[in-house]
């Protein structure tokens, strides 16, 4: 039903080289979260292949794109059923190191209803350079597209970006989880894709230098101005345009706002879009930001407008959601309903 909507697809087979993590996730399923120093009952522990790298490159593989992942495991049961998980599921792996004597990482998931708590432990992920990522430099060069998070090294992050950028490939960055990120790695990225709190951190830290890192004192006196108001939603939804246009404005790259059931934000050279989600029954949450990161790039990849491609990336991620586990509800353009 969406056939016309994407008639300016130029690609149909791009190539999207995936910078990042690859974790096994522990996943206890609980009724409810436990509180300080209470012990309670789950329901069960499933172990389920993960990290935010190795999700967004099964996004997408789904999606039709032929996907290189980089990154590191270790020389262990997890290490080798991650990388066998990734080539079941198409993807190049030749660039995913093997590092001796080094835990392969992993993620400790609490899934209660509709929400989730993730600690991660980041073994062999912690291990990745810029030596290792230059080692693999010409998957990057021939992609048509880079996604990278911060689940790995920040200079690890920085030399993908900079081989990319030099080679004129299109640059998506995921800042999650959120970190200091200097202005020379801002510079590096076509489109940075935050959530609302990741957006939050970022746009309230600010040095003199340009790097984001330093919180702003005016944050709590806003927050209780919004408060206070009577039509507080309306002024958040007015502010956080504002605030798009003007961080993306000082920082160069283009952002996408995940906004989790509402969908998500475009702001591109000063101009907000927004692209809804539609309603459906949560089962679990954990990986729709990164269905949702695969899908955005492998739609820029194939040549669709940054707007086009947010929409169907956030369609994306809400079938997602439909579907436990984070690998596991990755959709399929026929799940998409799209004739392309």
């Not at 993960?50 to 980089?70: E, F």
């Not at 708590?117 to 030596?131: D, K, L, M, S, Y």
């Not at 010409?138 to 790995?152: F, K, M, N, W």
């Amino acid at each position: 039903m969406f056939a016309h909507e994407w008639s300016c697809v130029k690609k149909e087979t791009p190539r999207i080289a995936v910078v990042g993590s690859l974790n096994m996730d522990l996943v206890v399923s609980a009724a409810a979260f436990p509180r300080k120093g209470e012990t309670i009952t789950g329901h069960a522990i499933h172990y389920i292949p993960g990290g935010k790298g190795a999700n967004q490159a099964v996004a997408c593989a789904r999606l039709g794109a032929m996907v290189s992942m980089i990154g590191a495991v270790g020389d262990d049961q997890f290490g080798r059923r991650l990388r066998e998980v990734l080539e079941q599921e198409g993807v190049d792996v030749s660039g995913v190191a093997t590092l001796p004597g080094i835990a392969t990482g992993v993620a400790s998931i609490i899934h209660a209803e509709q929400d989730n708590r993730i600690i991660v432990v980041p073994g062999a992920n912690g291990e990745v350079t810029p030596e290792l990522i230059e080692r693999y430099r010409e998957q990057i060069t021939a992609a048509d597209a880079l996604l990278v998070q911060l689940e790995i090294p920040l200079p690890a992050v920085e030399s993908a970006l900079r081989i990319a950028r030099e080679e004129g490939v299109t640059t998506i960055l995921n800042p999650a989880p959120v970190q200091h990120l200097p202005a020379s790695l801002l510079s590096l990225v076509d489109y940075i894709t935050p959530n609302e709190l990741e957006f939050q951190i970022l746009a309230s830290k600010a040095d003199s230098q340009g790097n984001f890192g330093q919180a702003n004192s005016n944050s709590h006196a806003r927050e209780k101005q919004r408060t206070d108001s009577d039509n507080a939603e309306q002024q958040l939804a007015v502010e956080l345009e504002q605030n798009l246009q003007a961080w993306s404005e000082a920082v160069a790259p283009a952002i996408v706002l995940t906004l989790g059931s509402k969908g998500a934000l475009l702001c591109k050279a000063g101009e907000v879009s927004a692209a809804a989600a539609p309603q459906v029954q949560v089962v679990d949450t954990t990986g729709a930001g990164d269905c949702l990161n695969g899908a955005f790039a492998t739609c820029l990849a194939k040549g669709m407008s940054p707007q086009q491609a947010l929409q169907l990336a956030v369609k994306a991620a809400t079938i997602s959601v439909t579907v436990f586990g984070a690998q596991a509800g990755m959709p399929t353009w026929e799940q998409l309903d799209v004739d392309i």
